[in-house]
Each structure stands twice: as C-alpha cells, then as structure tokens.
C-alpha cells in the first residue's frame, strides 16, 4: 500500500506539471548522473548538487528503494551515493564517481571517465562514455522537439560490454530517453516540474519492472 501511495502521488506531479527543463545533470535511476541505468559524460559542476529517491517495483526479487545524493566538487568532477534499500534484505550503500575530462562542443562530444560501486558493496563498474548533441547534423529548428542527444560507452562489472542511449527533450519540460545497457533495452521520461525539481519514470530490465521517483538539483 505504501509503495502505491507514493507512485500514485508522484504521477499527480507528473500530471500538473510545466515548468521549464534545466540544462542541469540529472541522476538516474540508481543515482549516478546519467539517463536510467546507463550513464553519460555529463557531469555536476564546482558547487551543484542533486538528491533523488526512486522506488523500484521488480517483476523479480524484492523492491527497491533507492535514496542518492551527487555533488560537484570541481569543474566536470561529481562524487555520489546511493543506499539501496530492498524491500526484504539488508541495505548497501554505494560509492559512485565521474570525471568529464573534455566538455561538450560544436564538433567533439564529451567524454567522461567514471566508476559505480567503487568499494565494491555490490559490483564494481568503471565505464568509459561519450555524449553528443544531433542538433547541428538533424538541422531542428522546430523548438517544440528540442535537444536530440546520443551516448555511446563501454564498462566493466554491471555494465559488461557497450552500452548506448539516446534523449530528446519536448516543449523545454519533458525527457524522453530510450537506451541499451548492456543486457536489456529500458524506456523512460524525466519531467521538470520547477525550481530545480523534476519527476522520473522508467520500464527497465526489458520493460519488465517499473521504476518512479524524484529528484532535486541545486547550485550552492
């Protein structure tokens, strides 16, 4: 019951939402910066930071659910938690970690280098990931479909192989995001609704389970 009150309330926010959506770094699902289960190059600058809780209902095992926090702790490098807490079974706490090492430009993509799980609670995973705007090369000028984004990556550990995943963002308010991490194509959206808030959902693990939640960026 409490797991549906708090899905049922986070989809009235979906509902009244329509504010504008930041350029700000988002944290996915499972908390590090990214889209819902893979991560891109971007990353919190000097003095962001973000906190999110998800809720994970899985066809398989226990729910989940999931509080995170990340900050930026100089220009392009962002360090993070996550405690994930299942519905039965004990908690673990989760150390993550990214370095954008070349931004973002009119003709290069950025590039980041990071690790997931870096005290190994559950299973270490560096990547390598690289993130690029299609804007210039679809020539949009319709600014109702605004922001076409690709991510392209490689890892270890959760992430065992290449990885891929693709954003656009609708009327300035809404996400949507589709990627393969690795095993199984997973579905989402992610919706600002003001001052730095926004509402996620996503069907992951091949569309099997469902995940919701929200999360909140800031600058000090």
């Known amino acids: 019951m409490k797991r549906s009150v708090t899905v049922a309330a986070l989809l009235a926010v979906l509902a009244i939402a329509g504010l504008t959506l930041s350029a700000q770094a988002a944290p996915s699902l499972e908390g590090y910066t990214g889209l819902l289960l893979t991560p891109t190059a971007d990353a919190l600058d000097r003095e962001e930071y973000?906190?999110?809780?998800?809720?994970?209902?899985?066809?398989?095992?226990?729910?989940?659910?999931?509080?995170?926090?990340?900050?930026?702790v100089?220009?392009?490098?962002?360090?993070?938690?996550?405690?994930?807490?299942?519905?039965?079974?004990?908690?673990?706490?989760?150390?993550?970690?990214?370095?954008?090492?070349?931004?973002?430009?009119?003709?290069?993509?950025?590039?980041?280098?990071?690790?997931?799980?870096?005290?190994?609670?559950?299973?270490?995973?560096?990547?390598?990931?690289?993130?690029?705007?299609?804007?210039?090369?679809?020539?949009?000028?319709?600014?109702?479909?605004?922001?076409?984004?690709?991510?392209?990556?490689?890892?270890?550990?959760?992430?065992?192989?290449?990885?891929?995943?693709?954003?656009?963002?609708l009327r300035d308010k809404l996400m949507l995001m589709a990627e393969y991490d690795t095993r199984d194509i997973n579905l989402g959206a992610r919706l600002a609704v003001g001052h730095g808030i926004r509402v996620h959902a996503g069907w992951i693990h091949g569309l099997d389970d469902f995940a919701v939640g929200a999360s909140f960026n800031k600058v000090f």
């Open 50 to 72: 973000n906190v999110a809780f998800f809720t994970l209902n899985l066809e398989e095992g226990a729910d989940e659910d999931i509080f995170a926090a990340n900050l930026g």
């Open 74 to 169: 100089s220009e392009g490098v962002e360090i993070g938690f996550a405690r994930i807490r299942p519905e039965d079974g004990s908690s673990e706490t989760i150390l993550n970690a990214k370095y954008r090492f070349r931004p973002e430009d009119a003709a290069r993509p950025a590039l980041a280098v990071g690790v997931i799980d870096a005290t190994d609670e559950i299973d270490t995973t560096a990547y390598f990931v690289a993130s690029k705007s299609l804007s210039k090369m679809l020539k949009i000028r319709d600014k109702e479909i605004t922001s076409p984004r690709v991510h392209v990556g490689i890892g270890g550990g959760r992430l065992d192989g290449l990885f891929a995943g693709a954003s656009v963002v």
